[in-house]
């Protein structure tokens, strides 16, 4: 049973657009959403984060968009740029000091 | 060091040996996880401890996986007997309680 899942698997960007990716969630329990960006050879590094009291969360070019009773959140990118080139994950966890579940990726490339 | 360090980053072995993979996380980080994260795949899940003590290991695929952290710092992942199946790279993160996960840049393993 996947807790998260993520779309699209893969997605091309032309530079300055936007890029959308979504996330569907099952657990009702869950409280904390973020979003992991991975470039090649690295380990996931937390790109933005939000919790269910808020439904958008904005830091720089990047949104999260949150929809509570869709059990839905999306990761925007304003502006798009080839730097921006990575795998992106979705992920959830419950309050407290439960391990995050993962969505199984999108990967993202800025094409000039 | 800085960051959460994972050795060895590359690991080889035939079908039927036992492993070990080390992490060593952020000073202070409470927490520590272990993922498993196949190719194109998002991390999932295998272990957690606060200091010492695991407090999940639900995800630990069967008995031949163990992990421990004896003094609450350094922990140790070990596979024994393993399969071809065991390959993989495996990602350890840590934490302050609740916090941010910072992510090594993993162990690959694989059997032959």
């Known amino acids: 049973q996947q807790q998260v899942k993520q779309s699209p698997q893969s997605l091309i960007v032309q530079k300055g657009g936007i890029s959308i990716i979504n996330c569907a969630y099952e657990?009702?329990?869950?409280?904390?959403f973020p979003w992991y960006q991975q470039f090649p050879g690295k380990g996931p590094a937390l790109l933005i984060a939000i919790r269910p009291d808020v439904s958008e969360k904005k830091e720089g070019r990047f949104t999260i968009s949150f929809n509570k009773s869709a059990k839905q959140f999306s990761l925007h990118i304003m502006d798009s740029q080839p730097g921006d080139s990575a795998t992106y994950f979705c992920a959830a966890a419950s309050s407290g000091n439960t391990p995050l579940v993962f969505g199984k990726g999108t990967r993202l490339s800025v094409i000039a | 060091g800085a960051g959460v360090s994972q050795s060895p980053r590359y690991k080889v072995t035939k079908r039927g040996q036992d492993v070990a993979l080390r992490c060593d996380p952020i000073?202070?980080?409470?927490?520590l996880y272990w993922y498993r994260q196949a190719l194109g795949q998002g991390p999932e899940f295998l272990t957690y401890f606060n200091y010492e003590a695991q407090q999940d290991k639900s995800g630990l695929p069967n008995d031949r996986f163990s992990a421990e952290r004896p003094e609450g710092s350094i922990s140790t992942l070990t596979i024994q007997r393993t399969e071809q199946r065991d390959s993989a790279m495996y990602r350890c993160?840590?934490?302050?309680?609740?916090?941010?996960?910072?992510f090594g840049e993993g162990s690959r393993l694989t059997v032959l």
């Open positions: 000073s202070g980080h409470v927490s």
């Open positions: 657990n009702t329990a869950f409280d904390y």
């Open positions: 993160a840590s934490s302050f309680v609740g916090g941010e996960l910072f």
